[in-house]
């Protein structure tokens, strides 16, 4: 079993930044995937950025060159640095991994991102 605890998020103006981070506990050396996805109102759950066990990093093409995760192993945190926040970029966050053999996916709390003048 793998918890994830989310924390950031807010009411930004647009060009605006925020920062969420993901910190997870549990069985944490079976995570094979960390990352983030978002869900807008009325529509279906996308990925937005996430670290794969082979080290790859993934993300949206809305989101490249703005949006940036990072990890701190030590800490078993992921973030996510948003910047130049578009109204389009509101949405529900929910950090998420993929662990375990079968893979199990889990997710977090989520966190609202509202951009907005």
């Known amino acids: 079993q793998v918890q994830l605890a989310e924390s950031g998020g807010g009411l930004v103006e647009p060009g605006g930044s925020l920062r969420l981070s993901c910190a997870a506990s549990g069985s944490i050396a079976s995570i094979n995937a960390m990352g983030w996805f978002r869900q807008p109102p009325g529509k279906p759950r996308d990925l937005v950025a996430r670290?794969?066990?082979?080290?790859?990093?993934n993300y949206a093409d809305s989101v490249k060159g703005r949006f940036t995760i990072s990890r701190d192993n030590g800490k078993n945190t992921v973030t996510l640095q948003m910047n130049s926040l578009k109204p389009e970029d509101t949405a529900v966050y929910y950090c998420?991994?993929?662990?375990?053999?079968?893979?199990?996916?889990?997710w977090g709390q989520g966190s609202q991102v509202t951009v907005s003048s």
């Open positions: 670290f794969t066990s082979g080290g790859v990093t």
């Open positions: 998420h991994a993929v662990a375990g053999v079968p893979p199990n996916l889990y």
